[in-house]
């Protein structure tokens, strides 16, 4: 027989526990806030220096000769400076236009033509410098700890101008000349330009993004004007094919627009954008 406690019992032991989940529902929930994946512009400086390379020097004069040696071309290490406008279209994808002005690099060269058994050693100074736009794509591939590894690419052109430029001329076995010294005025070439990236962005705060990127460009080529020698002759110019720069830039991006919802008022803040 059921005690005549058993049914009071019951009932208070259902209205104690039903009483947490009725308080709990009525109960209001904090709604997460998630990052947004949308469009933002930005502005960017860059600063860095450049490692440059010269494929090959050319003159028309060389096919005179029977054969033409190179000793050594290079380039000494110059700064350049860059601004830029973007837009990031979401967390991995963002793209930019920059243009900068690559200072002058001091070039220095040496080559040995011979001719009829006739060496005709030649020595080359001169300075380059550039005037370098590019429209460029990157991916970012995650962010751990507001560090993002980077890829890129980009595309444009560069007005390239060869400046200063001297050919110091000498024979050695008998030619009745004894060489001739020639000068160039500067002469500027535009000319098609790629770019390779690969970095790493800090995020410093939620709108200052600071980079250090490693970039391949390759700059085209390059001409010298008229060689003059200083008793009034004229020469062909000098080309400059294909010249690259492997160059070591430090970059600040500055966002424009804001990644985050407004947060909620009784909540704190979300940490700072993370791709993770």
Not at 72 to 82: E, L, M
Not at 167 to 184: E, I, K, L, M
């Amino acid at each position: 027989m059921v005690s005549r406690f058993t049914i009071p019992a019951l009932a208070a032991l259902a209205v104690l526990t039903a009483s947490p989940a009725v308080h709990a529902a009525d109960m209001p929930m904090p709604a997460p806030v998630v990052p947004l994946e949308v469009g933002g512009w930005y502005l960017r400086g860059d600063i860095g220096f450049s490692n440059q390379n010269v494929g090959s020097l050319f003159n028309e004069n060389y096919n005179g000769f029977d054969s033409v040696q190179n000793i050594y071309k290079s380039f000494d290490a110059a700064p350049f400076f860059g601004l830029g406008v973007g837009y990031t279209v979401n967390n991995w994808l963002r793209f930019d236009v920059t243009g900068e002005y690559r200072a002058n690099a001091n070039f220095h060269g040496y080559d040995i033509g011979t001719a009829g058994g006739v060496i005709f050693p030649d020595m080359y100074n001169g300075s380059k410098s550039e005037w370098t736009f590019l429209a460029n794509g990157y991916v970012d591939l995650g962010t751990w700890l507001n560090l993002t590894p980077f890829i890129g690419a980009g595309i444009g052109t560069s007005r390239n101008t060869i400046s200063n430029f001297t050919d110091t001329s000498n024979c050695v076995g008998g030619c009745g000349n004894p060489g001739a010294n020639y000068y160039s005025n500067a002469n500027s070439h535009w000319s098609f330009a790629w770019a390779l990236y690969a970095g790493l962005g800090y995020q410093l705060t939620r709108n200052a993004t600071i980079e250090l990127a490693y970039r391949y460009l390759d700059l085209g080529k390059a001409s010298t004007g008229t060689m003059v020698s200083f008793d009034g002759l004229t020469s062909t110019p000098f080309e400059f094919n294909h010249l690259t720069s492997q160059d070591l830039k430090l970059g600040l991006r500055f966002n424009l627009d804001s990644f985050y919802e407004t947060p909620h008022p009784y909540y704190p803040p979300p940490p700072l954008h993370s791709k993770g």
